[in-house]
């Protein structure tokens, strides 16, 4: 069946907008946030009109309507990802707060004595230095309170992961590996059941940093070979305020609490108090319940859409962004330049053009992309840069809009010729 993007652009309300005095908006920033189809927006609306009340604590009727479509968005993402049951899904904000519930639960088990998540001097975290800020600043801070080492997988110029040192870098030191499963600036999607077979053959938990992977393609967390996957509902057409993350059940329960406070308990007393069991222990206070019913619509949506659909329709708009993108002298896309093993973000620099003023003329032009270091500094120091432009693509984009990034890029080249 061929994939209808002009079906799917309809279901965008936002596509339909102009901007700068006019112009039709081309919106190539998904890595950043994806836009909402109508069935998500009508999905939110509707629960905050019909059936909005807290869960959990109510015994009215909305109180169990609003439990039921919060537990069924849980439900929904659990067989979204492939994992055994729903008590294996934990909702948080975003990403950013998926993978800090892992390094503070292990620094609390560092402070509760030995076990599977301690850590102290000797101990090793392994990274990659393709990861973005959300999977590198928490590990840093996690080894500075134990006292463990930070180790990391460099970057090859063509933009892949340097697995060639593995053996010196996952070792019996390593207790955990924490990497991206595609680059949110290179696009480049890693080879990661590879690096979590090596990992678990010395007794060392495999996180995934899955959010740029999961709106794009089909995800599975045991094919991975994950202990822990995160990632984050804004990005794959869901709300803001809404994340998740996996883990193994045996893991939840062994795991300490991150965040004290109500609906996270079993019992209380002022001296002590029990937890509840996963995966409410690590879902304190009032959670983001809409937004959870908003992740449940986007996940039916682009399940209805289907997943492998939308990769292929990635695949051949990649393929012609990267060639379109290659014929503009001075243009150096960083990352793979072929669409094998590749995602749908390209960034790329421009010579004698600042990253900056290219997104700005390209926003005159009604284009949006990103500037700047995309939240991976060291990953663009590493490629001797200090920023880049980075257009994302995704289901609802075309090769028509990648012409049109081209032309822009040209645009701006010749206006700062001038200059």
Same mark, same amino acid.
């Given at each position: 069946?061929?994939?209808?993007?002009?079906?799917?652009?309809?279901?965008?309300?936002?596509?339909?907008?102009?901007?700068?005095?006019?112009?039709?908006?081309?919106?190539?920033?998904?890595?950043?946030?994806?836009?909402?189809?109508?069935?998500?927006?009508?999905?939110?609306?509707?629960?905050?009109?019909?059936?909005?009340?807290?869960?959990?604590?109510?015994?009215?009727?909305?109180?169990?309507?609003?439990?039921?479509?919060?537990?069924?968005?849980?439900?929904?993402?659990?067989?979204?990802?492939?994992?055994?049951?729903?008590?294996?899904?934990?909702?948080?904000?975003?990403?950013?707060?998926?993978?800090?519930?892992?390094?503070?639960?292990?620094?609390?088990?560092?402070?509760?004595?030995?076990?599977?998540?301690?850590?102290?001097?000797?101990?090793?975290?392994?990274?990659?230095?393709?990861?973005?800020?959300?999977?590198?600043?928490?590990?840093?801070?996690?080894?500075?309170?134990?006292?463990?080492?930070?180790?990391?997988?460099?970057?090859?110029?063509?933009?892949?992961?340097?697995?060639?040192?593995?053996?010196? &870098? /996952?070792?019996?030191?390593?207790?955990?590996? $924490?990497? %991206?499963?595609?680059?949110?600036?290179? *696009?480049?999607?890693? !080879? +990661?059941?590879?690096?979590?077979?090596?990992?678990?053959?010395?007794?060392?938990?495999?996180?995934?940093?899955?959010?740029?992977?999961?709106?794009?393609?089909?995800?599975?967390?045991?094919?991975?070979?994950?202990?822990?996957?995160?990632?984050?509902?804004?990005?794959?057409?869901?709300?803001?305020?809404?994340?998740?993350?996996?883990?193994?059940?045996?893991?939840?329960?062994?795991?300490?609490?991150?965040?004290?406070?109500?609906?996270?308990?079993?019992?209380?007393?002022?001296?002590?108090?029990?937890?509840?069991?996963?995966?409410?222990?690590?879902?304190?206070?009032?959670?983001?319940?809409?937004?959870?019913?908003?992740?449940?619509?986007?996940?039916?949506?682009?399940?209805?859409?289907?997943?492998?659909?939308?990769?292929?329709?990635?695949?051949? &708009? /990649?393929?012609?962004?990267?060639?379109?993108? $290659?014929? %503009?002298?001075?243009?150096?896309?960083? *990352?793979?330049?072929? !669409? +094998?093993?590749?995602?749908?973000?390209?960034?790329?620099?421009?010579?004698?053009?600042?990253?900056?003023?290219?997104?700005?003329?390209?926003?005159?032009?009604?284009?949006?992309?990103?500037?700047?270091?995309?939240?991976?500094?060291?990953?663009?120091?590493?490629?001797?840069?200090?920023?880049?432009?980075?257009?994302?693509?995704?289901?609802?984009?075309?090769?028509?809009?990648?012409?049109?990034?081209?032309?822009?890029?040209?645009?701006?080249?010749?206006?700062?010729?001038?200059?």
């Amino acid at each position: 069946m061929t994939f209808d993007v002009a079906r799917i652009r309809k279901d965008f309300p936002i596509l339909d907008r102009q901007i700068r005095g006019g112009q039709p908006l081309i919106y190539l920033d998904s890595a950043n946030t994806s836009q909402k189809p109508r069935q998500v927006l009508d999905a939110m609306t509707e629960f905050y009109e019909r059936h909005n009340a807290n869960i959990h604590r109510a015994s009215h009727q909305l109180g169990e309507e609003a439990t039921e479509a919060y537990e069924g968005a849980r439900i929904k993402v659990g067989e979204f990802i492939g994992a055994r049951d729903e008590t294996e899904v934990v909702f948080t904000k975003n990403i950013s707060e998926a993978i800090n519930l892992v390094a503070y639960s292990m620094s609390n088990a560092t402070a509760a004595g030995p076990g599977r998540f301690a850590l102290g001097p000797g101990d090793e975290i392994v990274i990659t230095e393709m990861e973005h800020h959300s999977n590198i600043v928490p590990w840093q801070l996690l080894c500075q309170r134990t006292g463990a080492t930070l180790r990391w997988f460099g970057v090859t110029p063509d933009g892949t992961l340097d697995t060639s040192n593995i053996g010196d &870098l /996952i070792t019996e030191r390593t207790k955990l590996v $924490a990497l %991206v499963h595609q680059s949110n600036v290179l *696009g480049t999607i890693n !080879p +990661v059941r590879m690096i979590a077979d090596a990992a678990h053959a010395v007794g060392a938990l495999v996180l995934v940093d899955a959010a740029q992977s999961v709106p794009h393609m089909a995800v599975d967390v045991a094919s991975l070979g994950a202990d822990f996957l995160g990632f984050t509902g804004h990005k794959l057409c869901g709300p803001t305020g809404i994340g998740v993350l996996w883990a193994r059940r045996e893991l939840l329960d062994e795991m300490p609490p991150f965040l004290g406070g109500g609906e996270m308990i079993e019992s209380v007393w002022m001296d002590r108090s029990t937890f509840a069991p996963p995966p409410h222990k690590f879902e304190a206070g009032t959670m983001p319940i809409a937004q959870a019913v908003g992740l449940g619509a986007a996940i039916d949506y682009l399940t209805e859409v289907g997943l492998d659909a939308i990769r292929a329709h990635e695949l051949q &708009l /990649i393929e012609h962004a990267l060639g379109a993108l $290659a014929a %503009v002298d001075g243009l150096r896309i960083m *990352g793979p330049g072929s !669409p +094998v093993d590749r995602g749908s973000a390209i960034s790329f620099t421009v010579e004698g053009v600042h990253p900056h003023d290219i997104s700005q003329v390209l926003d005159d032009l009604g284009i949006a992309v990103r500037a700047g270091h995309h939240c991976a500094w060291p990953l663009h120091r590493a490629f001797g840069v200090q920023a880049s432009t980075r257009a994302s693509f995704y289901l609802y984009n075309t090769h028509e809009e990648a012409d049109a990034l081209t032309e822009g890029i040209r645009q701006a080249q010749r206006f700062f010729a001038l200059a």
